[in-house]
């Protein structure tokens, strides 16, 4: 026989508790009416209580709940871009020749509005990512050799990143964890990064453009929330923006 959860039990022992002190009311006045009236205006009300306590008050925990986890979320994917997303996005850019094209869609200013934002990550969604890597490319060699050593110092950031629960709400930053372990574990398997097959070039080139596109986007997302949230954050980032040339921390 199936045992009875606690909340069945805890269920029984209130209605018995209940109509034990019912009983007590009626052996002391002996006014069963009263009973009748109170009993049933309490039962009338029992719909009122339920609308408060599952629609309402469910509502506004939920509500914060919601609040606390998105915060939590933004400080992982803050710690994300401190230590290591920053850092790639300036290194995997240098692979697209076509950065040009966008990149006053990514160097923001103190005066940008939401439309700003909304108008800059609509153009990004419909750029057409590039990553040039070809085995004839010396410079392009370079800093695959050296997009590999910086993954490699990272796994451990990564992998402690990918562990936190608090990501399983959040889809498309896990998208991007993924995508960018996925790069630093095709690299790390490959024992010489300048003599590869043409074809395997490219099958790095593909997994390097799908961090490339999903980096941009969250680092815009990201930005977007240190200006609504933390100016002061937000200042260092404008001054470290790894997509403006003449970006310099030290303050002018």
Known sequence: MRQISWQVRFGIS??????????????????????EIYGLGDIAFLPLEVLLVTLIIDQIITNQEKRVLLQKLNMVIGTFFSDVGTQLLKSISEFDPNIDRIRNALIITNQWSDQDFVSSSARLKKYEYTVELTEHDPLALDLLEGLSTFLAVKKDSLTRLL???TLLEHESFTDLLWA????????????????????????????????????????????????????????????????????????T
Do not use: C, Q
Request: avoid cysteine; charged fraction near 25%.
């Open 163 to 165: 562990e936190n629960p």
């Open 180 to 251: 960018v372990t996925h790069v630093a574990e095709e690299l790390a398997y490959r024992e010489d990064l300048r003599h590869l097959p043409g074809s395997d070039y490219d099958h790095l080139a593909n997994d390097i453009k799908r961090a490339y596109s999903l980096l941009i986007l969250e680092w815009l997302k990201y930005m977007e929330h240190l200006m609504a949230k933390y100016p002061y954050l937000f200042s260092l980032a404008l001054r470290t923006n790894p997509f403006d040339p003449t970006a310099r921390p030290e303050i």
């Open 14 to 35: 209130l209605v018995v508790i209940s109509a034990i002190l019912y009983l007590i009311h009626y052996g002391i006045f002996r006014d069963a009416y009263h009973l």
